[in-house]
């Protein structure tokens, strides 16, 4: 089983700032990897997928990059509506698996 | 519009039994492969099962083999989840989730049913 581990797993920042979270795999994935944004009491909403092809109807804000076994997100310029809990998961395999979550707090 | 409605949870006892059903709509069901995910409370998501576009490709989750069975009907739009022999932590809130064509991640999810299991 592919294990993805997500850094850090909270994170406080404030508006306008530049926001990454880290997902590593323990294996090589190639660029299987999708990023997803949730909101407390609703279901996860697909950002990224492919490691960095901006899914329809996400704001330009959102971006991802990495291949392999490291990966990341990034929020360019931070805004109040991103607060949420932020999940990556690989899809080398039908398998598939998610990383434990990283928080985002507005400060 | 996609809209992917779970049903069927609800309080059960430990040892006892559940079928979760998802109503898709807004999209050709048959020709997409679906999913369960779960994420008991406040914890992260946990993916359970997979079928194919038809039942003959099925998988599952270390977590649930042997007592949770996956199912679709076609003809209904329809997609299922039995579960047996429900242990605490099987609580949850549990969504289906669609299969974006040919790579395995979720374009769309249903808004989640609680399952929760206590005596």
């Known amino acids: 089983d592919i294990q993805m581990t997500q850094s850090p797993s909270t994170l406080s920042a404030s508006v306008g700032d530049r926001v990454t979270i880290t997902c590593r795999a323990s294996?090589?994935?190639?660029?299987?990897l999708a990023w997803y944004q949730q909101k407390p009491g609703k279901a996860p909403k697909l950002l990224i997928y492919?490691?960095?092809s901006l899914e329809s109807g996400v704001p330009s804000r959102f971006s991802g990059s990495g291949s392999g076994t490291e990966f990341t997100l990034t929020i360019s310029s931070l805004q109040p509506d991103d607060s949420a809990t932020y999940y990556c998961?690989?899809?080398?395999?039908?398998?598939?698996?998610f990383g434990q979550g990283t928080k985002l707090e507005i400060k | 519009e996609v809209q992917l409605v779970e049903s069927g949870g609800g309080l059960v006892q430990p040892g006892g039994s559940l079928r979760l059903s998802c109503a898709a709509s807004?999209?050709?069901?048959?020709?997409?492969?679906m999913n369960w995910v779960r994420q008991a409370p406040g914890k992260g998501l946990e993916w359970l099962s997979y079928?194919?576009?038809?039942?003959?490709?099925?998988y599952y989750a270390d977590s649930v083999k042997g007592r949770f069975t996956i199912s679709r009907d076609n003809a209904k739009n329809s997609l299922y989840l039995h579960m047996n022999s429900l242990r605490a932590e099987d609580t949850a809130v549990y969504y289906c989730?669609?299969?974006?064509?040919?790579?395995?991640?979720?374009?769309?999810w249903g808004q989640g049913t609680l399952v929760t299991v206590s005596s």
């Open positions: 294996q090589s994935i190639s660029s299987w």
């Open positions: 079928i194919g576009r038809s039942d003959i490709t099925i």
């Open positions: 998961q690989q899809y080398n395999s039908i398998q598939v698996s």
């Open positions: 492919k490691a960095s």
């Open positions: 989730a669609k299969v974006n064509s040919g790579y395995y991640y979720f374009d769309y």
């Open positions: 807004g999209f050709t069901f048959s020709s997409y492969e």
